[in-house]
């Protein structure tokens, strides 16, 4: 009987020594408790900086179409200008890795009678356009009078951008990170709470241009001055989502 008693009091015992530990598990409402108020209030906030920016290079898109009765004449008219074309970008000094062929296509054209009779084939028509990068945004307008007195006769678009944009995006990332923390204070201020820390900040960046210009059929001809081009200015943006600690 002794021992059975002398068990029991141990059993006891390592129940109550347990009992303060199980009252704070996380699961218990006292723990939920004590952490949301070591956690503070939180305040989450968003800020888009926008930087604007000269753009230092330029992309163009052109190409020459060709038509001929048969597909084979096609593609060799179209080869005998794109070759005029090639050797007009080199010589405006753009470097091989800066020209990319974009499209080809060669297709039947048709003749379809007003009466709704059955069309006739009337040839091939062939396309090859490339795309072109100018890192001398001046030159752009003397580069696409070289390119269509070789023989393109397609101009797709035209879009400007930064060579290097994280000079841009730091200074709007500064702009937006003081933006931010002004807010902070500004709603902290106003709950008679104070900032006490940063519990996460991630970022979006973008960058957008002026609109592309847009298809227009080139004729060639002797300029007497080159293009006029209108670079405008280049918009780079940071977007900073973040969450604050307020106590």
């Known amino acids: 009987m002794q021992r059975m008693f002398a068990v029991s009091a141990a059993a006891l015992a390592l129940m109550t020594a347990a009992a303060p530990v199980m009252a704070q598990t996380p699961d218990s409402p006292r723990a939920e408790h004590m952490a949301h108020h070591q956690m503070g209030t939180l305040l ?24 001929a009765k048969t597909a084979d004449e096609a593609m060799k008219l179209n080869a005998q200008k794109m070759n005029s074309v090639f050797a007009a970008v080199k010589a405006q000094g753009i470097a091989d890795k800066h020209v990319q062929t974009t499209g080809l296509s060669l297709n039947a054209v048709y003749d379809y009678p007003q009466n709704g009779g059955t069309p006739t084939l009337r040839g091939y028509q062939a396309s090859n356009r490339i795309s072109v990068r100018v890192e001398e945004v001046k030159k752009l307008g003397s580069a696409i009078d070289a390119v269509v007195k070789a023989g393109i006769n397609q101009i797709d678009g035209i879009s400007f951008g930064l060579k290097d944009p994280s000079a841009a995006e730091d200074k709007a990332r500064i702009e937006a990170t003081k933006t931010l923390m002004a807010r902070a204070e500004l709603y902290a201020k106003s709950l008679g ?6 519990k996460s900040l991630n970022e979006n960046a973008a960058m ?6 847009p298809m227009v059929r080139a004729m060639a001809m002797k300029a007497e001055s ?9 918009s780079t943006a940071m977007t900073l989502n973040a969450e604050f600690v307020l106590e």
């Not at 709470?193 to 940063?198: C, G, H, L, M």
């Not at 957008?208 to 210009?213: D, L, N, T």
Request: glycine share 4%; proline share 9%.
């Open 44 to 67: 989450t906030l968003s800020e888009t900086a926008e930087v604007r920016s000269t753009p230092d290079v330029a992309f163009i898109t052109f190409g020459v179409v060709t038509e």
């Open 226 to 234: 080159d293009t006029a081009i209108a670079a405008g200015e280049v």
């Open 193 to 198: 709470k104070t900032v006490k820390r940063i």
């Open 208 to 213: 957008s241009a002026p609109p592309p210009m």
